[in-house]
């Protein structure tokens, strides 16, 4: 009797287990085959269903010659089922860590596959992620409004924005956060940090800080509502010669979002470009800004002319500007590297195109292709490659206006966009594309300096030819 009901709990136990490794498996997959539906219908250029499940696989048995096996299965289900098999195969009596780590391991492997040959990230980020993503997009992100770092082993505010909800509360540069709502933060990771800072708009949050220089008794306790804190994404100042008087307005776009159109209608109105000679663009900080209000900007400093084309899974669409032009009548110069790359670049070319701006400094980084969050069904998104910018056929009059005295160096065929005066060294511009990070933490400062300083000296003997021209005439 007792063997009995032995035997009987160890089949049960095996059931048991054989069925939650069903189940892990079956969701694991099917995670897997719902983002390959995903990427099926948004992505640009997409691998076919057996090339996703061929690398997915490989993540599972790197060993075996699986190609021939997957090429055989000729449906969907076909394919579900083989990978629900090699899962249970494979991961049978595998445990710990190499186990917990396995999922990932098995998307990224697909999204790897799905990434090649586009030069961008494909991979997937959290609902959270996304959510911040899209409100970093629209300007309107909701926290606190600080650019958080550490000292001491405290999260630290190394920058308080202007009008947010950290700076009306009485937060100050520098000051360390001892604890939020009762929390103590010594030692407590960044990331972990702003999970905490992070929540819906409205909620109460109180954080107890104090200036590194100050001693405990000196710590304040700040209590404020989460709000939308807008980031400014534009900086300028003015830049005066003071032999000829000529005024050059040097605005940097750090990122674009649903703002920064704005932001430079407030530039061009307020004090410090009132009586501006020339402006200097620098796009040499951007890296892939967000489509639809890079389209908006391009559209806001143009005067009528084709932008580019956006090339998607509908086809190509066309994009006219209308006749807003933003700081009209006057020289504009855009700054560009490597660093300057997608959407950033095809802001580049639509001004290059349009004889709206000289390009001055280094080739950018030929990335054509727009990686953008599309979301899952079950929740997150996945970044994808949906769309690939192509620049306006037309190029610069060489005959007129600032590109009289230099020679066109770009085809619209081009992936990237090419100054019309180089301000770096031909060694310096042959970087892969997939040493851009590398570049981008190395990028000598004299060479940036070098560049806006070539820029201004362009525009002022732009001007003066003006003024030449106008006395003549």
Known sequence: MINRILSFLIAALFTQETAFAGD???????????????????????????????????????????????????????????????????????????????????????????????????????DADYLVNRQLADNRYVGIGIHLGATRGYPTAMNVFEDGPAARAGMKRSDMMVAINGKDMEGVALPEVIKILRGQEGQTVNIEVRHPTESEEATRTLEFKRGVAPLKTISYRRHVHTENEHVILGVTINSITGSTLHELRQAETSDQGTGINGVVLDLRSLGNADRHHTVTLANGLLDGGTMGELVGVKGVRRFEADRECLFRGLPMAVLVNSRTSGMSEWLAAALQSNQRAMIVGGQTAGQQYIGEPVPLPDGGAIVLATHRWVRAAKGPNLESGMFRRHKATWSSRSKAVWPDVFTIRETEQRVPFSDFQTQFRTWPPSIDQETEKKAIELLRDTIALEQLGEQEG
């Not at 010659?65 to 090699?86: C, G, I, P, T």
């Not at 030069?119 to 997937?124: A, F, I, K, P, T």
């Open 24 to 126: 892990e498996a079956e969701k694991n997959v099917d995670r897997i085959m719902s983002a390959m539906e995903v990427i099926l219908e948004h992505h640009i250029e997409p691998p076919t269903r057996q090339e996703m499940v061929l690398a997915a696989a490989r993540a599972l048995d790197p060993e075996k010659r699986l190609s021939r096996e997957v090429s055989e299965l000729a449906n969907q289900r076909a394919l579900r089922k083989y990978l629900v098999d090699l899962w249970r195969k494979k991961t049978d009596g595998v445990a710990g860590p190499s186990r917990a780590t396995l999922p990932d391991r098995f998307m990224n492997a697909m999204l790897k596959r799905v990434g090649a040959g586009t030069g961008l990230h494909h991979h997937v980020i959290s």
